[in-house]
Nanobody, 123 residues
Framework: QVQLVQSGGGLVQPGGSLTLSCTAS????????ASWYRQAPGQERELVAG???????NYEDSVKGRFTISRDNVKNTVYLQMNSLKPEDTGVYYC?????????????????WGQGTQVTVSS
């Protein structure tokens, strides 16, 4: 069974930093593209950062210069480094990944969501 397991998050003061991680379980799934989404109470889930198969990145305007998305292919893990955090960064962060699942009878593409983790920026 493939899962995306998130870690990190928590309570941090404005100006602080946090690093989120998202690890794909199993050896039969390899992450291709990955992204981080954020959902604040009463708001739509929005794309915060994206990473394609060539490691090109894109960011929501409000986090440019502060957030960095990256991957470690050996660990099959995606990270979101968040610096200079602001109260408006508060929300539940979800990772999402598209990749390849390999089975004995072939391979296919699929996508998965992480369980989400709360990030609260408050003094």
């Amino acid at each position: 069974q493939v899962q995306l397991v998130q870690s990190g998050g928590g309570l941090v003061q404005p100006g602080g930093s946090l690093t989120l991680s998202c690890t794909a379980s199993g050896t039969t799934f390899r992450i291709g593209t990955a992204s981080w989404y954020r959902q604040a109470p009463g708001q739509e889930r929005e794309l915060v950062a994206g990473l394609d198969t060539y490691d090109s990145t894109n960011y929501e305007d409000s986090v440019k210069g502060r957030f960095t998305i990256s991957r470690d292919n050996v660990k099959n893990t995606v990270y979101l480094q968040m610096n200079s955090l602001k109260p408006e960064d508060t929300g539940v962060y979800y990772c999402h990944a598209d990749g390849v699942v390999v089975r004995a009878n072939g391979a296919y593409t699929s996508d998965y969501w992480g369980q989400g983790t709360q990030v609260t920026v408050s003094s």
